[in-house]
């Protein structure tokens, strides 16, 4: 015999003008609906509150398909994952440049990594939203979970401080436009004034476009770093380590005998490079876990009332020694 529809399918049927069957097909993700007859009934759906009783469904929302996956939203990646799959819930994964497709989709909250607050904005009115290390004061009314970033600058100044370096260099990934740009470089500045650190520390931006020709677009930041004479680098971000250690040997420079660095961490990567890197890292397992947390607090009608700020991690190996002039 044919299971009877639920009451919210008829009612969702009824409402929409769609036979049922089609109504069903939309609400399971399944074939065979077109793309606006799908987002209508979705529509009606998610208006009358109907919920499908089954494993709940995250979209992931990352960078538009023209944006290059960074070792970041891949760790970021790896991290919802295996946080998914703790808690049983399935992931759909979308490029903001495609994020209308969610009106096509059954899905009871969404995971954002994209920075664009005007996406987030408009999918925030018809599903919760959290965000991951990007800042709600920027967007709104969405919150977000972020890496304490400011924090991971003081821990790697720390270091170097306990090891005697007093002449230390930062490059960070672009201009302070960013959030946690603007926070790495006032935590340091911070540094700089409290520790009393040489006046030649300083933070420096990473260009936008290579510095010559078969050299890593790196060379020539680090190069001016490099010449105002200080013994350490911290270099931000989880994509330029290479380069970072590249562009010192250029510069004729052995690590850490002539000069310490700290990278941002990739996680099994960083330890194999040569030296392994000292690095600050991303808790990944723990930002993924809070914005699990919170998503779930948003889909109960629980009040979130602030950001969570996850602090980094610091790895200690073999790219940071005593100045070379001690």
Same mark, same amino acid.
């Given at each position: 015999?044919?299971?009877? #529809? @639920?009451? &919210? /399918? +008829?009612?969702?049927?009824?409402?929409?003008?769609f036979?049922?069957?089609?109504?069903?097909?939309? *609400?399971?993700?399944?074939?065979?609906?077109?793309?606006?007859?799908?987002?209508?009934?979705?529509?009606?759906?998610?208006k009358?509150?109907?919920?499908?009783?089954?494993?709940?469904?995250?979209?992931?929302?990352?960078?538009?398909?023209?944006?290059?996956?960074?070792w970041?939203?891949?760790?970021?990646?790896?991290?919802?994952?295996?946080?998914?799959?703790?808690?049983?819930?399935?992931?759909?994964?979308?490029f903001?440049?495609?994020?209308?497709?969610?009106?096509?989709?059954?899905?009871?909250?969404?995971?954002?990594?994209?920075?664009?607050?005007q996406?987030?904005?408009?999918?925030?009115?018809?599903?919760p939203?959290?965000?991951?290390?990007?800042?709600?004061?920027?967007?709104?009314?969405?919150?977000?979970?972020?890496?304490? #970033? @400011?924090? &991971? /600058? +003081?821990?790697?100044?720390?270091?170097?401080?306990?090891?005697?370096?007093?002449?230390?260099?930062? *490059?960070?990934?672009?201009?302070?436009?960013?959030?946690?740009?603007?926070?790495?470089?006032?935590a340091?500045?911070?540094?700089?004034?409290?520790?009393?650190?040489?006046?030649?520390?300083?933070?420096?931006?990473?260009?936008?476009?290579?510095?010559?020709?078969?050299?890593?677009?790196?060379?020539?930041?680090?190069?001016?770093?490099?010449?105002?004479?200080?013994?350490?680098?911290?270099?931000?971000?989880?994509?330029?380590?290479?380069?970072?250690?590249?562009?010192?040997?250029?510069?004729?420079?052995?690590?850490?005998?002539?000069?310490?660095?700290?990278?941002?961490?990739?996680?099994?990567?960083?330890?194999?490079?040569?030296?392994?890197?000292?690095?600050?890292?991303?808790?990944?397992?723990?930002?993924?876990?809070?914005?699990?947390?919170?998503?779930?607090?948003?889909?109960?009608?629980?009040?979130?009332?602030?950001?969570?700020?996850?602090?980094?991690?610091?790895?200690?190996?073999?790219?940071?020694?005593?100045?070379?002039?001690?």
């Open positions: 015999m044919r299971k009877p #529809a @639920g009451k &919210g /399918v +008829r009612e969702i049927a009824e409402a929409t003008g036979n049922i069957s089609t109504v069903s097909r939309a *609400l399971n993700n399944r074939p065979g609906v077109s793309a606006q007859a799908a987002a209508e009934i979705i529509r009606a759906a998610r009358i509150g109907w919920k499908n009783g089954k494993t709940t469904v995250y979209a992931v929302l990352l960078p538009g398909s023209s944006v290059a996956l960074a970041y939203t891949l760790n970021m990646l790896d991290a919802i994952r295996d946080e998914a799959l703790r808690r049983g819930v399935l992931l759909e994964i979308f903001a440049d495609h994020a209308e497709l969610l009106r096509e989709r059954t899905v009871d909250g969404i995971l954002s990594l994209d920075f664009s607050s996406i987030v904005r408009k999918l925030s009115t018809v599903l939203v959290v965000c991951l290390n990007d800042f709600s004061w920027r967007i709104g009314d969405i919150y977000s979970v972020c890496s304490n #970033a @400011g924090q &991971g /600058v +003081r821990r790697a100044v720390s270091l170097l401080l306990s090891y005697g370096h007093r002449k230390i260099g930062m *490059l960070i990934n672009g201009s302070r436009d960013t959030e946690s740009n603007r926070e790495r470089a006032e340091f500045e911070t540094c700089i004034a409290s520790c009393a650190l040489d006046p030649v520390s300083s933070v420096q931006s990473r260009s936008a476009s290579p510095s010559g020709a078969g050299n890593p677009y790196l060379f020539g930041d680090m190069q001016r770093l490099v010449e105002t004479g200080v013994t350490a680098v911290i270099n931000c971000g989880e994509s330029e380590s290479v380069e970072a250690l590249t562009a010192l040997r250029l510069c004729g420079l052995r690590i850490p005998q002539d000069i310490s660095l700290i990278c941002w961490e990739v996680p099994r990567f960083s330890k194999y490079l040569d030296p392994p890197l000292t690095t600050v890292q991303q808790n990944f397992e723990v930002l993924a876990r809070e914005a699990f947390d919170m998503l779930e607090r948003l889909r109960r009608g629980e009040a979130v009332s602030s950001d969570v700020l996850v602090d980094c991690l610091l790895h200690e190996r073999g790219s940071v020694a005593i100045p070379a002039h001690k």
